[in-house]
DNA sequence: CGCATTTGACCATC
DNA sequence: GATGGTCAAATGCG
């Protein structure tokens, strides 16, 4: 296990500079004021800061657990402490653990600006199944919060949640914060990335899709907005993973990224591909930028089928430069992915 | 019918 | 006591 999280860091090392060079690359070609607006540029000056520090990262604190969070089932997760009935004392202190387990628990804000045009009732998706178990009023908030976890925390015992707020002064920009890591294994992630419209049979089936929108155009939308609109930027860290990422101010991208993970249905296992609880937590560079209405309401398949699409626009007829290095963190580190598909340079 | 969301209530923390 | 976070029954949707 040991030699495979080393093998596994180095590939990630190497993914992470071939990365910063390409973003160097697309930064060259960005350099032209007419050509490109200054946001752009300045984002890929940030990606590939954000590239260069976690490489530095890796390599200053090699195999060092970020947050040490069990990626099983943690103690006190598995029964809804107040739905079983056991003993009022264990009851008792199983919630309480798990809120002092939240409290522990690394968390980070990302301010996701949805381009006007979007329409959109709420922010983008990050890759994972998100499943609401609330919303609440916040005081001196004009749009309440949100509240998800992940659709794997019963079967998995994923302990990742989000919250999700509107900004009261820019309706186009919520407030995501992200809570924990995923310990779950997104089997959708695994999939071919490279997909047409394959998508209704890859989906997960516990996931309802809300999302109206035809695949394909959304895809298009959803590029389309990333491209002119999109911002994601990472306000803030708590706990330990704040003061690890504090070289790296810059953006990163959402960490909990179900590395290594494979998933067969009820079986959880951590393959030598990836030590999550390293690279899971800290990808400073751009989190995948998927953005649309649809996954706001719990879309899981959707999103892995939208970058899907998205990338396979992006590296062939679109070539936008921008899009194909806004995802490959997540890919790269999920499968030791060959840099040569990306970046065949 | 199964699943996700909604929503009111409960609980912990401040 | 106020507030935020979570639970779970009720509800709705595909």
Redesign the pocket.
């Known amino acids: 296990m040991e030699n495979a999280r080393a093998w596994e860091q180095k590939t990630t090392l190497v993914n992470e500079l071939m990365q910063g060079k390409e973003l160097v690359k697309q930064l060259q070609m960005h350099l032209d004021p007419s050509s490109s607006d200054e946001e752009t540029r300045n984002m890929f000056v940030e990606k590939i800061l954000s590239s260069y520090d976690k490489a530095l990262f890796m390599l200053k604190w090699g195999a060092s657990d970020g947050e040490g969070r069990p990626m099983g089932v943690p103690a006190g997760m598995s029964n809804?402490?107040?739905?079983?009935s056991g003993s009022p004392h264990s009851e008792?202190s199983d919630?309480?653990d798990?809120?002092?387990k939240?409290?522990t628990l690394l968390r980070w804000t990302e301010q996701v600006h949805v381009g006007s045009g979007m329409g959109l009732e709420g922010p983008f998706d990050d890759g994972y199944?998100?499943?609401?178990?609330?919303?609440?009023?916040?005081?001196?908030?004009k749009y309440p919060?949100?509240?998800?976890?992940c659709?794997h925390r019963n079967v998995q015992g994923c302990l990742a949640?989000k919250?999700v707020q509107r900004s009261d002064e820019d309706p186009s920009t919520f407030d995501v914060?992200y809570?924990g890591r995923h310990t779950c294994i997104q089997a959708s992630h695994l999939l071919p990335a490279i997909g047409s419209s394959e998508n209704s049979n890859q989906r997960?089936?516990?996931?309802?899709h809300?999302h109206?929108i035809q695949q394909s155009e959304q895809a298009q939308e959803i590029l389309f907005n990333f491209r002119t609109g999109l911002k994601v930027r990472t306000n803030d860290l708590d706990t330990e993973e704040q003061q690890l990422m504090s070289s790296s101010s810059s953006s990163f991208s959402f960490p909990s990224i179900p590395t290594g993970c494979v998933k067969t249905e009820n079986h959880i296992f951590s393959p030598p591909t990836m030590d999550h609880n390293f690279m899971g937590s800290f990808s400073p560079s751009f989190m995948p930028p998927i953005t649309a209405e649809s996954n706001y309401?719990?879309?899981?398949g959707s999103q892995n089928l939208m970058t899907s699409e998205i990338i396979s626009a992006a590296t062939s007829a679109t070539n936008s430069p921008t899009m194909d290095l806004d995802f490959p963190v997540e890919f790269d580190t999920n499968f030791s992915f060959n840099s040569h598909d990306f970046f065949p340079s």
């Open positions: 809804s402490p107040r739905s079983d008792d919630r309480r798990i809120y002092k939240r409290k199944c998100w499943r609401k178990y609330g919303q609440k009023d916040i005081l001196g908030a919060r949100a509240y998800y976890r659709s949640t919250q914060t809570r997960p089936k516990q996931s309802q809300h109206h309401f719990g879309g899981c």
